[in-house]
């Protein structure tokens, strides 16, 4: 079976960073993409930053753009999201999800999902 476990969660004042990382455990797989989504409370999952394994192409919601930054280490077949200057908008749980063929922001294009970290930013 495969699961994507999430790390680096947390509580961080408004304008502070974090960094989370993603990383498969059990069973080997190869996957096209990999995303981070997140969602607070009473919303729906949104998309936040999507990678390719290969050539590093990336995209970001309008939302986080320039304050986010997602990134890949091939070697360590580990995905980082690296946030900066964070609002207490941007509080929610952040998913780390896999796509096996797609390069996408649509979270039903996605095949295997972690359980979430808590981001929670106070102000």
């Known amino acids: 079976q495969v699961q994507l476990v999430e790390s680096g969660g947390g509580l961080v004042q408004a304008g502070g960073s974090l960094r989370l990382s993603c990383a498969p455990s059990g069973r080997t797989f190869s996957s096209y993409a990999m995303g981070w989504f997140r969602q607070a409370p009473g919303q729906e999952r949104e998309f936040v930053a999507v990678i390719t394994w290969s050539a590093g192409n990336t995209a970001y919601s309008d939302s986080v753009k320039g304050r986010f930054t997602i990134s890949r280490d091939n070697a360590k077949n580990t995905v980082y999201l690296q946030m900066y200057s964070l609002k207490p908008e941007d509080t929610a749980v952040y998913y780390c999800?896999?796509?096996?063929?797609?390069?996408?922001?649509?979270?039903?294009?996605?095949?295997?999902w972690g359980q979430g970290t808590q981001v929670t930013v106070s102000s």
């Open positions: 999800a896999a796509s096996v063929y797609r390069y996408s922001s649509y979270a039903s294009q996605y095949d295997y």
